[in-house]
């Protein structure tokens, strides 16, 4: 048995395989009516699928890139054209960087790629079980959550990050109840969570964005998490637009806001959120139904301030109300 299908047959999702040389990714844009599956054959080819959403969440982004590299190494292709296909396919998705960062500092040989790139898989994986572990032991008792996007199994090498710790709490008896927003435009949360916790057998309940407020007033809940695709130094979290918002209804109401995250998503030359590239993708995404001549507004991600955010969760540790020196401290 390879390591990769080891992998793969201790996580009943994944969405990236490498399988007898070839790559394979799970088209994400059809779930849940459809499971497909693409081969690339190309970094190209996986910078694109990168770009339309095929693969996506920060982690699976950088992996997936790993082994597209590793397809034009087996191929004979100029490496040098991959990395740079690659590293501009998402520009706030900083696990894509460091991914590729670390397939640089390797012999440029296809073996030698491809066992970094497993490694890199492999290595999430695990971060993803003691993050929901070390996030999971911050309940006392049985938490009702609402989370945000999709951050499982799909969008990562496997299990999650917030979603790691939904279902570890979950595992462990200190789940009371999930709430998935739905997560506009893309409806990641109604797509694609929700169709983790059904295979999962986690109940959970889907909400418009837009409830967030009311369902937070109910006493339903009594945390927020969430997972990110760039923090800065200072604590500042990147993540799916509409993040922010929850940070501060949940302030308002008095929950907890946490964000779970592996360090490679950590950007420590990044000295606040202000300076974050944020990406901004077709207005199309938003205008179906809207009357020709529409115009739109479509950040995919937002900041959210550090003093927001309760608890940071890494591989590495927890970290308390998340500065710049609790930060430093942490990546040290």
Known sequence: MTQ?????????????EWRDGQLRLLDQRHLPARELW?????????????????????PAIGIAAAYGLVLDAQAGRDLDGAYT?????????????????????????????????????????????????????????????LTHCNT???????????????????RDGRLREVYAGETRPWMQGAR???????????????????????LMRTGHIDWVIVGAD???????VANKIGTYALAVLARHHRLRFMVVAPSGTIDMQMPSGDVIPIEQRSEEELLI?????????????????AELVDVLVTERGVVMQPNTEKMTALMA
């Open 85 to 145: 296909s690659l590293a501009s396919s998402r520009p706030t998705a900083v696990n894509l960087h460091w991914a590729l960062a670390r397939m640089q500092g390797v012999e440029q040989s296809p073996a030698a790629l491809l066992v970094e790139a497993e490694a890199i898989h492999a290595e999430d994986l695990r971060q993803n079980r003691r993050m929901g572990d070390l996030g999971a032991a911050l309940f006392d008792t049985p938490v009702g959550v």
């Open 192 to 214: 694609l969570t929700a169709w983790e916790l059904i295979k999962e057998g986690i109940a959970a309940r889907l909400i418009a964005d837009s409830a967030a407020a009311s």
């Open 4 to 16: 990769q299908q080891s992998l793969t047959s201790q996580n009943g999702i994944s969405a990236i």
């Open 152 to 170: 499982g199994a799909l969008a990562t090498g496997g299990y999650g990050t917030a979603l790691g710790v939904i279902r570890s709490a979950n």
């Open 230 to 236: 760039r923090i800065a130094s200072n604590g500042d």
């Open 38 to 58: 693409q081969e690339p054959d190309s970094a190209e080819e996986v910078s694109r699928a990168i770009r339309d959403m095929v693969v996506r969440g920060a």
């Open 289 to 305: 139904g809207a009357p020709e001549g529409a115009r739109a507004y479509n950040p995919v991600f937002d900041v959210t301030p």
